[in-house]
T-cell receptor, first 109, second 116 residues
Framework: TQLLEQSPQFLSIQEGENLTVYCNSSSVFSSLQWYRQEPGEGPVLLVTVVTGGEVKKLKRLTFQFGDARKDSSLHITAAQPGDTGLYLCAVPTGNQFYFGTGTSLTVIP | NAGVTQTPKFRILKIGQSMTLQCTQDMNHNYMYWYRQDPGMGLKLIYYSVGAGITDKGEVPNGYNVSRSTTEDFPLRLELAAPSQTSVYFC???????????????FGDGTRLSIL
């Protein structure tokens, strides 16, 4: 059983469409991070959410932390080919970070 | 700005060979991590270190060893390579303990390792 479940696993959409990906758990976390990983590179942090119900925006990306701090969503408006990549959520557990399995997004021009 | 540097970028090993994956960071970070990434499996933690001289096992440590003699360097050793160790390996670092001050992990670009 995965600590973090991400859905969908794969997503292929046309440029200009909107999409939402999810990171779910049955556990409560003090914070949650979203990373994007482009092919051939390491993950890069996009955002950290801390407070239940918190919404953060990064240009066309909107991140929300669930009220109970068990889940999070990432919404992309008007997706562009540059958004293509693997989106990973991660949570701190003791001295470690635990990562979800990721959502692989392809935006077709 | 170098950040986290991993070498080599690619390597092919024969079953039973050994090798060391190098990782160095120039940000004076205390925490360092080794992950492996398999298709569809996300990142699995192999080993981590909270400072020079201190290491601990992660989720998938079998078949690997690490050392942390300096703050900057955190090499990962494969003693007897097996096909199951074919993967992409990422080294990462962070300034403080996860969750304390919401510091990000900084990742290297990975080492792609094939065991044949």
């Amino acid at each position: 059983t995965q600590l973090l479940e991400q859905s969908p696993q794969f997503l292929s959409i046309q440029e200009g469409e909107n999409l939402t990906v999810y990171c779910n758990s049955s556990s409560v976390f003090s914070s949650l991070q979203w990373y994007r990983q482009e092919p051939g590179e390491g993950p890069v942090l996009l955002v950290t959410v801390v407070t239940g119900g918190e919404v953060k925006k990064l240009k066309r990306l909107t991140f929300q932390f669930g009220d109970a701090r068990k889940d999070s969503s990432l919404h992309i408006t008007a997706a562009q080919p540059g958004d293509t990549g693997l989106y990973l959520c991660a949570v701190p557990t003791g001295n470690q970070f635990y990562f979800g399995t990721g959502t692989s997004l392809t935006v077709i021009p | 700005n170098a950040g986290v540097t991993q070498t080599p970028k690619f390597r092919i090993l024969k079953i039973g060979q050994s090798m060391t994956l190098q990782c160095t960071q120039d940000m004076n970070h205390n925490y360092m991590y080794w992950y492996r990434q398999d298709p569809g499996m996300g990142l699995k933690l192999i080993y981590y270190s909270v400072g020079a001289g201190i290491t601990d096992k992660g989720e998938v440590p079998n078949g690997y060893n690490v050392s942390r003699s300096t703050t900057e360097d955190f090499p990962l050793r494969l003693e007897l390579a097996a096909p199951s160790q074919t993967s992409v390996y990422f080294c990462a670092s962070s300034y403080s303990r996860p969750g304390t001050v919401h510091q990000p992990q900084h990742f290297g670009d990975g080492t792609r390792l094939s065991i044949l």
